[in-house]
């Protein structure tokens, strides 16, 4: 069900509606409390009071970071409806690289192609409620046709509902739609037959007809491949087609995810051969560990000390050096482990390895110099150094000790999940003593797509009861 067509009116009269109301209070102007209600309804269907609650605070937070970080418009589309993709800017005049997308006010119907769009579930982010506000300053800009349907452009349009549903894996691919206007078309692209190939017939609806998938195959990654790159095609093809702004980014991503699979796998058929050029054996378990790493090039290894992680670790990283899958790879541990692990590597390997160490001008000097290696670095010098890993791009990350990272708000957690390396391996040995948020905070590193939220805040609101008589207690 497309999110902009869930009802909700039967509950404006509901005390949730009021309650939530009084909690927003004037803080959305010029934006209606009510139109935020309704995006709060319905992207929590016939859910209790308390996750209603925490939505509503959650899309309020997104109000105020867009007031803090002073967003205004850029660029505005030349009709006079206001629909159409704006671009916004800092207070500074510097342009932020997102696109909004407004197609109705209310219900509102937008897109955005920031992550946090892609990901928090709500339809909703800064971005949009900038734009939408900004609309709604030039009242002559608002028209009948944008408070009652959706606005949708004379040729096939590929929509996303970005509300993931309750229950279910989640897929955004189950989620997507070819929506194909009234009328026969004079003329299909090749791209766009391509996909009406991959899809069957929803519904029908105000005479446009409605395609989804047939099938995701979210456990076949040579199939899914295929259906993404038929996107990618309908995306990249002419002027008679179009698409929501948020398909881009959200295939990029599954792209790079499915590729990483499907060549994690050709390494995991050939580990026996790569391994043989470690200077030890590995247990029967130790052997596991690796396999399951080479699964999807993601793991959270979670052994109890004495078992032997290290030695994963550093048979991990030799088969991806030794197979070419990476020429550089970053160790994050403690700085009093720094040198242990340069010499398990080499007690067990051949790896080219160097500490990162010295005053900033002789670190920098080592990310220069080294084109293929592993560099060890600790949890403080990667805020320092950020800039330069940026620079030097590592293919593989590996976190000692992640519970480093277990309050995902924290400096050190921030500039580490900026690390974009394809390949990522968490050890930690420590019990989460904090539960589900140390889970999430080091499983945000490990995929942050995975989870399907953008904060721990989402991730609780749908899926975590809290206690009523003893805050942050977490009870079911």
């Known amino acids: 069900m497309q999110y902009y067509n869930r009802k909700v009116e039967q509950i404006t009269e509901t005390e949730a509606w009021r309650e939530l109301s009084g909690l927003a209070g004037k803080r959305f102007n010029p934006i209606p409390a009510d139109w935020m209600n309704r995006l709060v309804f319905a992207a929590c269907p016939d859910r209790a009071w308390p996750i209603l609650r925490d939505a509503q605070k959650a899309i309020l937070r997104r109000m105020?970071?867009?007031?803090?970080?002073g967003l205004q418009l850029d660029r505005s589309p030349r009709n006079k409806n206001g629909t159409g993709v704006y671009t916004l800017k800092n207070a500074d005049g510097q342009r932020r690289p997102y696109r909004i997308q407004i197609r109705n006010l209310n219900p509102l119907i937008a897109s955005c192609?920031?992550?946090?769009?892609?990901?928090?579930?709500f339809g909703i982010c800064k971005h949009i409620l900038t734009v939408v506000s900004a609309i709604l300053k030039q009242e002559k800009k608002i028209s009948a046709t944008m408070l009652n349907a959706p606005a949708w452009p004379q040729l096939p349009f590929l929509y996303w509902d970005p509300v993931r549903p309750w229950r279910g894996a989640g897929d955004w691919l189950d989620r997507l739609r070819l929506v194909e206007p009234p009328g026969k078309l004079d003329q299909m692209s090749k791209a766009h037959l391509d996909l009406l190939l991959l899809c069957k017939q929803d519904r029908s609806e105000d005479d446009r007809k409605w395609w989804l998938l047939k099938h995701s195959h979210a456990d076949q990654p040579k199939k899914r491949l295929h259906i993404l790159q038929v996107i990618?095609?309908?995306l990249q093809s002419d002027s008679r087609t179009a698409s929501d702004v948020a398909i881009e980014r959200l295939l990029r991503w599954d792209l790079d995810k499915t590729e990483r699979i499907l060549q994690s796998r050709t390494l995991r058929a050939n580990l026996p051969r790569h391994l043989k050029g470690l200077k030890g054996k590995l247990y029967a378990y130790q052997r596991e560990g690796v396999t399951r790493f080479f699964d999807s090039g993601r793991l959270l290894l979670g052994d109890q000390m004495g078992l032997g992680k290290t030695v994963q670790a550093i048979a991990i990283a030799h088969t991806l050096m030794a197979s070419d899958s990476i020429q550089r790879g970053l160790f994050i541990v403690p700085a009093s482990l720094k040198n242990q692990w340069q010499n398990e590597c080499l007690l067990f390997s051949e790896l080219p390895v160097q500490i990162i160490d010295g005053n900033p001008q002789q670190r920098a000097r080592i990310y220069r110099q080294c084109k293929r290696g592993i560099l060890i670095t600790n949890y403080e010098q990667v805020i320092r150094d950020f800039h330069l890993i940026e620079k030097w791009k590592p293919e593989f990350a590996l976190l000692d000790e992640?519970?480093?990272?277990?309050n995902w708000a924290t400096k050190t957690a921030l500039y580490v999940k900026a690390i974009q390396p394809r390949f990522r391996l968490i050890l930690t040995g420590t019990p989460m003593s904090q539960g589900y948020q140390d889970l999430f905070a080091q499983m945000r590193f490990l995929s942050p797509k995975i989870l399907g939220y953008n904060s721990f805040y989402s991730f609780a609101a749908n899926h975590l009861e809290y206690s009523e008589k003893y805050p942050g207690l977490i009870i079911a």
């Open 232 to 234: 990618a095609e309908f």
């Open 113 to 121: 192609n920031c992550s946090d769009y892609c990901l928090n579930s």
């Open 64 to 69: 105020q970071n867009a007031r803090l970080d």
């Open 402 to 406: 992640a519970q480093r990272i277990k």
